[in-house]
């Protein structure tokens, strides 16, 4: 099993990243939320891994930390939930999110992600109940938020953006900042982007 890379970013086309390690290019499909925090091509960069070995495909997938690949590794143990599906999840909510979701039984949190429908969100919810603690223990404090990002990601998704887009933007505003000056270095930080 491959459980971590650690290489030179070479190429990155969503959602897929190509890794040089050692003079070897692993293809590498991420979730929008590990992408987003990748460096320049060029960078060094590591990726926690986990591989997929099907009849007709071996398939890598990678994680900026070990919450996020530890929920997938959650999510792709549920009866029809694929890696596709899981990596859409993970790239529209953030792993504290969708604990956040699973704890307070709100499936329409997750049928909001594109590829789940409300059968699969129920299905989601039932399975994932008491398995994302380990996920929980191992929670950066990046993914945390306290009430006053909260505010800002609530007033970044009325604004039309996504929950991943919200909490990749309002990671580095520092604590004393007001909401009001926090929702503005978000949108520069999020205009930079595109």
Do not use: C
């Amino acid at each position: 099993m491959i459980g971590r890379l650690q290489g030179v970013l070479l190429a990155k086309q969503p959602p897929q990243v190509v890794l040089n390690v050692g003079g070897v290019g692993y293809e590498v499909d991420v979730p929008m939320s590990t992408f987003f925090d990748l460096p320049v091509v060029g960078e060094p960069v590591t990726l926690y891994t986990h591989l997929m070995v099907r009849e007709d495909a071996h398939l890598l997938f990678g994680f900026a930390t070990e919450t996020e690949r530890e929920a997938f590794r959650q999510l792709v143990k549920i009866s029809g939930v694929g890696a596709r599906t899981a990596l859409a999840l993970l790239s529209g909510m953030t792993v504290t999110d969708l604990q956040h979701a699973v704890k307070s039984d709100d499936s329409a949190r997750l049928v909001k992600i594109p590829g789940i429908g409300k059968k699969t969100a129920e299905r989601l919810l039932l399975e994932l109940r008491g398995k994302l603690g380990a996920a929980e223990a191992g929670l950066t404090s990046a993914a945390e938020t306290t009430d006053h990002n909260r505010d800002v990601i609530n007033a970044l998704l009325s604004l039309g953006y996504n929950a991943r887009e919200a909490d990749w933007a309002v990671k580095h505003i520092p604590q004393e900042t007001t909401v009001t000056d926090g929702i503005r270095l978000a949108l520069q930080r999020l205009s930079k982007e595109k």
